[in-house]
């Protein structure tokens, strides 16, 4: 299948925007569709003078028009951090069920494959370390993060469904902490945190004791994993992440001395149905991909804190 007209939903987010990108790079024409809620023009700026680049603002909840023909189908819109899907809670469920269902409708009537961008989040608060892709997860449906999760676990059984009952070419994703330029500075997360904490001598905010743990992707692996599984044949999920598996403390204390910060590091309140521990295991992805990450945590974090530099 070649990919010459690509549609993108969140394109102008953090990983959408990286998308567009990447696509353009390659030769496509690109759709992006974002109602800007998380997502920001500034991500995309760059695109408009491309005219293989086209926006459209829109909530991909509401029934989604686009003229001509579409080859690929990229479900990417979500609010996607804890405190993002806190503010926003319904709009985090309708774009995950809602969104998708209108996201594949489209990708049906254009004959087009589907990819989405599912989440470590199905997992939950893991019993298994490292979670493979046959583990079901351990979600709290009811609590604040259920939200983001059940949207995203219904969206995985909506395109199996569409794959299965249609016969629609489907890729899934599942997307582990990524991070790198243009996330968004007060989205709440971790690196964006410390960063901005690092870079403005504030203190780093660290919740909990700092012994839950977390596997940082740089968003060039991500992208290149998501590339690689869209040329591939397999349509159920696959892990994308790196299994470099760090506490929250250790990566505090990576960002501030990369920063070359004289912060101290605080300890915080830890969140409801914080995940204790949580690492990909990457061994569909290194078979059916040939992919693994490849850029190391201090240099893709020295370049995300470059970028923060400059925007701050
Ligand atoms: N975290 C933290 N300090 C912050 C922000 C987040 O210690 O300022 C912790 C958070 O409690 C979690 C981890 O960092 O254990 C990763 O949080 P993030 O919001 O980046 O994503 P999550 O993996 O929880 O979806």
Redesign the pocket.
């Known amino acids: 299948m070649t990919m010459k007209r690509v549609l993108i939903t969140g394109g102008a987010g953090f990983l959408g925007s990286h998308l567009c990108d990447h696509f353009l790079g390659k030769g496509c024409e690109v759709i992006a569709v974002d109602n800007l809620l998380t997502g920001s023009l500034s991500n995309i700026e760059h695109l408009f003078k491309d005219r293989r680049f086209h926006f459209i603002k829109q909530d991909v909840t509401d029934y989604l028009h686009v003229p001509g023909n579409l080859d690929l189908v990229m479900h990417f819109a979500s609010p996607a951090?804890?405190?993002d899907y806190a503010l926003w809670p319904i709009p985090t469920l309708k774009v995950g069920a809602l969104g998708t269902h209108k996201a594949l409708g489209l990708a049906k009537a254009k004959g087009a494959m589907f990819a989405l961008a599912s989440t470590?989040?199905v997992y939950g608060d893991p019993l298994v370390n490292p979670q493979p892709e046959t583990y079901w997860g351990n979600v709290n449906p009811i609590g604040p993060?259920g939200v983001y999760d059940e949207a995203k676990r219904f969206a995985e059984a909506m395109t199996m469904a569409y794959h299965r009952s249609h016969g629609m070419p489907v890729r899934i994703v599942r997307i582990f902490?990524t991070y790198g330029p243009r996330m968004r500075r007060n989205d709440?997360?971790?690196?964006p945190?410390?960063i901005t904490?690092a870079l403005k001598g504030n203190p780093?905010?660290?919740?909990?004791d700092?012994s839950?743990t977390?596997s940082l992707t740089y968003v060039t692996d991500l992208v290149d994993g998501i590339d690689r599984l869209i040329r591939s044949k397999a349509a159920g999920p696959v892990n994308i992440g790196n299994p470099r598996e760090m506490t929250?403390l250790e990566?505090?204390k990576t960002v501030k001395g990369l920063a070359q910060s004289r912060s101290r590091i605080v300890f915080?309140k830890?969140?409801v149905d914080?995940?204790k521990v949580?690492r990909p295991d990457i061994t569909l992805a290194r078979k059916l991909l040939k992919w693994e990450p490849r850029v190391p945590l201090e240099e893709g974090l020295q370049r995300t804190i470059a970028y923060f530099r400059k925007t701050l």
């Open positions: 951090s804890p405190i470590s989040e993060r902490n709440g997360r971790a690196v945190n410390f904490q780093i905010t660290v919740y909990g700092g839950q977390r929250l990566i505090a915080k830890l969140p914080d995940p949580r």
